[in-house]
């Protein structure tokens, strides 16, 4: 698969499963959160968009504030089909997921290695799922890459990159700086010739970003990870076509209790 816009017209032949004209949402949802670790210096809010199809759970990260009044509604009882003509872009992205989900779960005889997560604190569980995310990249010592362009800045990563050795180039919409004090640069796109691999987060799809990544690593060579809350069932098939590994965290995600949990990698060293 090479391109998200393809994904979603073989989801509408009916080439991954079951007509998506048949299949219903059963409920969409919002979960908001507001963040500010113990020690560190900085804090952070996350909105997203979830839909309940089946058993499954589909969803979408979006800036906090700009999901429009409507949009639960236009999605509760709606078709999938409907759905991925949505005008917005992570309608479109949370349906998308809901689908893939619901006909191909996270699970090993799909290709997934569930990876425990510890019960703990939000910090503590923060730093476990990025040793989770962080060792899908080749080890630096190995010939892997010395330099990671960071799309989607979580400072636990970043932690984890500075542990391994690993040099970096922190990349957000937002901008401003990370917890040391390094500038985070808004325009991944120029940073992709002066950088060996990419660690993006699923957000990429979200906002319309992540084509010219997978573009850029599968015209390259260049390793591809992803760390996906927003799209996990979604970002797995682009594994070989650019995507080389990808961290696939669905709904509940490990910020919203304290309890053990589980990511599910596929591909990578590890």
Same mark, same amino acid.
């Given at each position: 698969m090479r391109t998200v816009a393809?994904?979603?017209?073989? $989801?509408?032949?009916? *080439?991954?499963? /079951?007509d998506p004209a +048949?299949?219903?949402v059963a409920v969409a949802f919002t979960t908001a959160q507001a963040v500010r670790h113990e020690g560190r210096t900085g804090g952070?809010?996350?909105?997203?968009?979830?839909?309940?199809?089946?058993?499954a759970v589909g969803s979408c990260a979006v800036e906090p504030g700009t999901l429009t009044a409507g949009a639960l509604d236009d999605c509760a009882g709606a078709r999938v089909a409907d759905l991925l003509d949505h005008p917005l872009l992570p309608v479109r992205i949370a349906?998308?997921?809901?689908?893939?989900?619901?006909?191909?779960?996270?699970?090993?005889?799909h290709g997934a290695r569930p990876h425990p997560l510890p019960a703990g604190?939000?910090?503590?569980?923060?730093?476990?799922?990025?040793?989770? $995310?962080?060792?899908? *990249?080749?080890? /630096?010592?190995?010939? +892997?890459?010395?330099?990671?362009?960071?799309?989607g800045v979580v400072n636990s990563l970043l932690e984890r990159l500075r542990e391994r050795g690993t040099?970096?180039?922190?990349?957000?919409?937002?901008g401003g700086a990370t917890e040391w004090g390094e500038p985070v640069r808004t325009d991944a796109l120029a940073e992709l010739e002066h950088c060996d691999a990419v660690l993006a987060s699923g957000m990429t799809l979200g906002n319309g970003t992540f084509q010219p990544l997978l573009d850029h690593a599968a015209a390259t060579g260049k390793p591809l990870v992803m760390f996906a809350q927003t799209g996990s069932a979604v970002l797995p098939r682009f594994l070989g076509a650019g995507v080389t590994a990808v961290s696939a965290e669905p709904y509940?995600?490990?910020?919203?209790?304290?309890?053990?949990?589980?990511v599910h990698r596929y591909g990578g060293t590890r």
């Open positions: 393809g994904l979603i017209d073989g $989801v509408r032949a009916g *080439l991954h499963g /079951p +048949g299949q219903r952070y809010r996350n909105e997203v968009l979830s839909l309940r199809l089946g058993a349906a998308l997921d809901a689908y893939l989900m619901h006909v191909r779960p996270h699970a090993p005889e604190g939000s910090l503590h569980r923060s730093r476990a799922r990025a040793r989770a $995310v962080v060792d899908l *990249l080749p080890p /630096p010592a190995g010939g +892997g890459p010395g330099r990671v362009l960071v799309v040099r970096y180039v922190p990349c957000d919409l937002k509940p995600f490990f910020w919203l209790d304290g309890g053990p949990g589980t």
